[in-house]
Each structure stands twice: as C-alpha cells, then as structure tokens.
C-alpha cells in the first residue's frame, strides 16, 4: 500500500500524540484521500507570486536543524515545473550555513508567510545549489532588484500544505500601505478642487 504523503510530516510519533490528543480521526481522513498536495499546480504558482518573505529550513549531517530568511520582492520565488521551484540567493553574510547543510543533507522545507492575507503554505522537498550557471542566476533575478545572485536554490517539492489562518497576526506592507495613502490624497485633492469650484461658482467665500 502506497503511503499517503502526508507521512513525510505525520510520523508514527506524531500520529501517536494525534490519537492521544483527539485529531488523529481528521488527519486520517486526509490521508485516505492521499494526504498533502505533491505537485505545484495553479493555486500555490499564485500564491507564489505573492509572497516575498520565505524560510528556508535545513539541517547538518548530525542533525542539527537551521533556518534562514530569504526574501525580495514579490514573486522572486518561481515556478519552475510541476515539481520544482527556484529563487535567485543573493550574496550575503557570507556565512554559508544553509549551503554548507545542503551539501550533507539535501532534505529541506520552506514555510512561506502572507500577513496581509494571513496566509501559510509549508513546503517539504529537497533542494540543492546551483552555483556555476550564470544564466539560471540571470533568468530567477527579479527585474530591477538591486542585489548580486551569487547562486540559486533549487527545491524539489515532494508535499506542500496550507495553514488555517488562526492566530497569525495581519501585517500590512509598507509599500501597499504608502500607496494606499498615496491615492488616499489624491482622492483629496480632487475633493478639494470639487469644493472649492462649488465654492466659486455659488459667490460662497472660501
């Protein structure tokens, strides 16, 4: 019998503390249906487009785990095919410990977090670099971001799932909310002009 993918998170211990804590009856429900998504289709490449905040997770060959943020602008992650993503990873600190970790221990995860939308997608797979191919680096660089690509992750995903929004705080960004208000006082002006020509028009001092 073929494993439900959801194997890959739900392990015989976790299923254990699900049966003793009362949610183990929901979750095989979901397993019979074949467990978590495995393959990219339209709802995660557009919810992709939105994102750009994401955590990469690895660990070491002793097991040891670390998670790094990687970000830019919206949509830098990309679709690559049905089972594969990619983003441009820009030069940094120079510390190196996800790559480094990647090199022994190629299994990886990336939580993926839309406050504005208090949106969560987890995606589990293996990812390796791609550190000596110019034009994959070139093709993944958001248009017009002022970084240096000094590789590429690529991600295979082997399951993915959504996160009910419950207790994830609504964060709005800075570039929204300036825009926002931006067209905010442009709709005032032109209610000021409005007024002030009804103003005139009726002998109304000002």
Known sequence: ???PS??????PSVKAFQTARGSREAYAKQEARGGFNTV????LAEFLTEIDTAYLATSNAAGQPYAQHRGGPKGFIRVIDTKTIGFADYAGNRQYVSTGNLADNDRAFLFLMDYANRRRVKIWGRARVVADDPALAAALMPDGYRARPEQVILFEVEAW???????IPQ???AAAVAAGMAKRDVRIAELE???AAL????GTPS
């Not at 990219?40 to 709802?43: A, C, H, P, T």
């Open 199 to 202: 103003k005139l028009r009726s």
């Open 171 to 173: 964060k709005i960004d």
């Open 161 to 167: 799932d959504v996160n009910c929004p419950q207790h």
């Open 193 to 195: 002009a409005e007024l």
């Open 6 to 11: 959801s194997d890959i998170a739900f392990t």
């Open 40 to 43: 990219i289709d339209e709802n």
């Open 1 to 3: 019998m073929t494993k």
